[in-house]
């Protein structure tokens, strides 16, 4: 199998080096490893179909079409077959797409002339059909919306199966639609919801879905919601799915209404419901299905689409050795082409990217490190996975002084707080001072810089005055530093002055404004956050209230981070009830005691921003952090990690 593909990659290459003048007409060109520009942008045919779907998620007795606008090179065809990239969107005729907010926009004739993004410029003269595909339910696509479920996934589906003759389409007046210029192969792309269609459509494990690039996706729709029984946002599925559909509100009223009762926001448990929309080891779709290699991007400080969303997938992705790529931001939620200067270089991946699994060009993308990873607001670093596998994992302990050290503090020290409902601000100010409301401790100066590197997990032996409590923990960095400004713009400015990627027309340019990071120097930063319901310790799916008196163990991991602390910093472990910042609960009013003997976090950490630690790095003494005088590691030699 490995030498047929190697056979026909070289054949493919072979082929696509005929010139644009050949008798034939131009032809797919590579040179240097990457597709060239030998079509027209402006002559390409503009064409929508309809895909039938195999579901009613509007109940009116017919299976839902879903609205496909189409731009290909005008040489595609039988004669032509052409690979596809797919950007699926609930959001082409509300909210827009990309940082401009750009819409489709249509001709006299009904047809696209505005294809939002820069996929359809940049790629469409090099060999490719872009499809914008309005999600079921919105735009100009039948049905309701279903929020990361059955109708939203099976929509998709279809689309990829009509590219490869297993689903019927239709154009306007009714006659069939052929894909006879589709080599069957397609990509799917997207940010936000679109990102997260891709990861539902390739869980189904649908042929002819090659690769998928989720950018800010979700995984997991629970994971979007909720956090081990903490409920961010009350009634939202109704909500996001009011905000998608721009059809009468009757319409989708009744599905509308049935999101709500079976999200179960009573509870906050896993269910059926959930189970549904979870595209790691979900009902509908899982990561075993997966086939298409994935390129991952997201950012750390997304909080929005948390980053648990796409590092538990990129887990279950590695565990069954699905080919993959990764880059892990600073930011919020924002398009690796919003990156401060690496919009040329984002091009340029996803270029060579999709030039290697939709076309099998041999280009070495994927002998190169799989991981790009920002480490401060203008350092990345390339490595060989994410994680970096140089990051080992380190037990820190809280003490009754408010220390937070390397070994356990003394049998039957215990700290109290109430569960109330407070800000985050409100946390982890005066750190140092008693509150009622948290309890709070923290290393000495660090010695040298450490990076965490991965997804910490709190260890918690508690008893409660009540049958549960929510929980808070924070990860903070208490030191004056000059960071990437994520809460003011998702970090991000947008400028008066554009570049360009791609070929334009006057209905449709290829040019978009440039971005600077924004930045902000503050005397500390909460780096991971974490939440439970502690009667959800055991079971996301079921509850199970304590014991008021007695004590339980109470486990559970934050979110994922890349942050480097700096040397003289210090590292701050704040407990505390019900988070005001990002969830929609009510504090119990619990007062909850901690078993600081028995209790810990786990830091996974390196040196610097690459090196393993060993254990002299580290030490106590006396509650202070120092570091031996010489490090036993090599000398960092530029190589790639």
Same mark, same amino acid.
């Given at each position: 199998?490995?030498?047929?593909?190697? !056979?026909?990659?070289? +054949?493919?290459?072979? !082929?696509?080096?005929?010139?644009?003048?050949?008798?034939?007409?131009?032809?797919?060109?590579?040179?240097?490893?990457?597709?060239?520009?030998?079509?027209?942008?402006?002559?390409?045919?503009?064409?929508?179909?309809?895909?039938?779907?195999?579901?009613?998620?509007?109940?009116?007795?017919?299976? =839902?079409?879903?609205?496909?606008?189409?731009?290909?090179?005008?040489?595609?065809?039988?004669?032509?077959?052409?690979?596809?990239?797919?950007?699926?969107?609930?959001?082409?005729?509300?909210? %827009?797409?990309?940082?401009?907010?750009?819409?489709?926009?249509?001709?006299? +004739?009904?047809?696209?002339?505005?294809?939002?993004?820069?996929?359809?410029?940049?790629?469409?003269?090099?060999?490719?059909?872009?499809?914008?595909?309005?999600?079921?339910?919105?735009?100009?696509?039948?049905?309701?919306?279903?929020?990361?479920?059955?109708?939203?996934?099976?929509?998709?589906?279809?689309?990829?199966?009509?590219?490869?003759?297993?689903?019927?389409?239709?154009?306007?007046?009714?006659?069939?639609?052929?894909?006879?210029?589709?080599?069957?192969?397609?990509?799917?792309?997207?940010?936000?919801?679109?990102?997260?269609?891709?990861?539902?459509?390739?869980?189904?494990?649908?042929?002819?879905?090659?690769?998928?690039?989720?950018?800010?996706?979700?995984?997991?729709?629970?994971?979007?919601?909720?956090?081990?029984?903490?409920?961010?946002?009350?009634?939202?599925?109704?909500?996001?799915?009011?905000?998608?559909?721009?059809?009468?509100? +009757?319409?989708?009223?009744?599905?509308?209404?049935?999101? @709500?009762?079976?999200?179960?926001?009573?509870?906050?448990?896993?269910?059926?419901?959930?189970?549904?929309?979870?595209?790691?080891?979900?009902?509908? #779709?899982?990561?075993?299905?997966?086939?298409?290699?994935? &390129?991952?991007?997201?950012?750390?400080?997304?909080?929005?689409?948390?980053?648990?969303?796409?590092?538990?997938?990129?887990?279950?992705?590695? =565990?069954?050795?699905?080919?993959?790529?990764?880059?892990?931001?600073?930011?919020?939620?924002?398009?690796?082409?919003?990156?401060?200067?690496?919009?040329?270089?984002?091009?340029?991946?996803?270029?060579?990217?999709?030039?290697?699994?939709?076309?099998?060009?041999?280009?070495?993308?994927?002998?190169?490190?799989?991981?790009?990873?920002?480490?401060?607001?203008?350092?990345?670093?390339?490595?060989?996975?994410?994680?970096?596998?140089?990051?080992?994992?380190?037990? &820190?302990?809280? $003490?009754?002084?408010?220390?937070?050290?390397?070994?356990?503090?003394?049998?039957?020290? /215990?700290? $109290?707080? /109430? @569960? !109330?409902?407070?800000?985050?601000?409100?946390?982890?100010?005066?750190? #140092?001072?008693?509150?009622?409301?948290?309890?709070?401790?923290?290393?000495?100066?660090?010695?040298?810089?450490?990076?965490?590197?991965?997804?910490?997990?709190?260890?918690?032996?508690?008893?409660?005055?009540?049958?549960?409590?929510?929980?808070?923990?924070?990860?903070?960095?208490?030191?004056?530093?000059?960071?990437?400004?994520?809460?003011?713009?998702?970090?991000?400015?947008?400028?008066?002055?554009?570049?360009?990627?791609?070929?334009?027309?006057?209905?449709?340019?290829?040019?978009?404004?440039?971005?600077?990071?924004?930045?902000?120097?503050?005397?500390?930063?909460?780096?991971?956050?974490?939440?439970? @319901?502690?009667?959800?310790?055991?079971?996301?799916?079921?509850?199970?209230?304590?014991?008021?008196?007695?004590?339980?163990?109470?486990?559970?991991?934050?979110?994922?981070?890349?942050?480097?602390?700096?040397? %003289?910093?210090?590292?701050?472990?704040?407990?505390?009830?019900?988070?005001?910042?990002?969830?929609?609960?009510?504090?119990?009013?619990?007062?909850?005691?901690?078993?600081?003997?028995?209790?810990?976090?786990?830091?996974?950490?390196?040196?610097?921003? %690459?090196?393993?630690?060993?254990?002299?790095?580290?030490?106590?003494?006396?509650?202070?952090?120092?570091?031996?005088?010489?490090?036993?590691?090599?000398?960092?030699?530029?190589?790639?990690?």
């Amino acid at each position: 199998m490995l030498l047929r593909a190697a !056979i026909a990659a070289v +054949a493919l290459t072979a !082929i696509a080096a005929v010139p644009a003048h050949a008798a034939n007409g131009p032809a797919i060109t590579v040179d240097q490893g990457r597709t060239q520009p030998v079509f027209s942008y402006a002559d390409a045919v503009r064409e929508h179909v309809y895909v039938e779907s195999s579901v009613d998620s509007d109940s009116d007795g017919r299976l =839902d079409r879903v609205r496909v606008d189409i731009i290909r090179p005008k040489e595609s065809g039988p004669g032509l077959k052409v690979p596809t990239i797919i950007d699926e969107s609930p959001y082409y005729d509300n909210s %827009g797409r990309g940082n401009e907010s750009e819409r489709k926009t249509y001709d006299a +004739a009904g047809e696209p002339a505005k294809f939002p993004l820069f996929y359809d410029n940049y790629f469409v003269p090099r060999g490719y059909a872009v499809l914008n595909v309005d999600m079921v339910g919105t735009t100009k696509s039948d049905g309701c919306p279903d929020v990361g479920g059955r109708a939203d996934v099976l929509g998709g589906k279809a689309v990829v199966d009509w590219l490869n003759g297993r689903a019927p389409a239709y154009h306007d007046d009714g006659s069939p639609a052929v894909a006879d210029w589709s080599t069957g192969k397609a990509g799917m792309i997207g940010k936000s919801y679109d990102g997260t269609l891709a990861n539902a459509v390739a869980a189904t494990g649908v042929e002819g879905l090659e690769t998928i690039v989720p950018i800010s996706a979700i995984s997991s729709w629970y994971k979007y919601q909720r956090s081990n029984g903490v409920i961010y946002n009350y009634n939202y599925m109704s909500y996001l799915s009011r905000a998608v559909d721009t059809d009468p509100a +009757a319409k989708c009223a009744a599905k509308r209404a049935q999101l @709500d009762v079976d999200a179960d926001d009573t509870t906050g448990n896993y269910n059926d419901f959930w189970a549904e929309r979870d595209y790691v080891a979900g009902s509908l #779709g899982d990561a075993s299905k997966v086939h298409a290699s994935v &390129f991952v991007v997201h950012t750390v400080n997304d909080l929005n689409v948390k980053p648990d969303n796409f590092s538990v997938w990129w887990q279950a992705l590695a =565990d069954r050795n699905v080919p993959r790529k990764i880059w892990v931001g600073q930011y919020q939620h924002v398009d690796p082409f919003d990156f401060e200067g690496r919009r040329d270089l984002w091009v340029d991946t996803l270029h060579r990217w999709f030039d290697r699994w939709l076309l099998g060009v041999d280009n070495g993308i994927m002998q190169e490190p799989r991981a790009d990873v920002q480490v401060g607001p203008a350092e990345w670093v390339t490595q060989k996975d994410w994680p970096t596998p140089a990051a080992s994992t380190h037990f &820190f302990r809280p $003490s009754a002084d408010g220390s937070l050290n390397l070994n356990p503090g003394k049998n039957g020290e /215990t700290a $109290s707080f /109430t @569960d !109330i409902r407070q800000s985050e601000d409100a946390m982890v100010a005066d750190v #140092g001072t008693a509150k009622p409301g948290r309890v709070s401790f923290t290393t000495g100066e660090l010695p040298r810089d450490l990076r965490m590197s991965g997804t910490p997990e709190v260890d918690l032996r508690v008893s409660l005055d009540k049958p549960t409590s929510n929980l808070t923990a924070l990860l903070v960095d208490f030191g004056e530093d000059t960071r990437v400004d994520w809460r003011r713009g998702q970090g991000v400015t947008t400028l008066a002055e554009e570049d360009c990627h791609g070929d334009s027309t006057a209905d449709d340019d290829a040019c978009y404004r440039k971005v600077v990071t924004n930045l902000a120097t503050r005397p500390l930063e909460v780096v991971a956050r974490g939440w439970i @319901d502690a009667q959800n310790r055991d079971s996301l799916s079921a509850s199970s209230p304590l014991t008021p008196g007695t004590y339980a163990q109470v486990k559970w991991k934050t979110l994922p981070q890349e942050y480097v602390f700096k040397k %003289g910093h210090r590292i701050g472990l704040v407990i505390a009830g019900t988070d005001s910042n990002y969830s929609g609960e009510r504090a119990t009013g619990t007062t909850v005691t901690v078993d600081l003997h028995k209790s810990r976090v786990e830091i996974p950490l390196v040196l610097g921003v %690459g090196h393993a630690l060993n254990g002299g790095d580290i030490v106590k003494d006396k509650g202070a952090w120092h570091g031996p005088q010489q490090i036993d590691l090599p000398v960092p030699d530029n190589k790639l990690y």
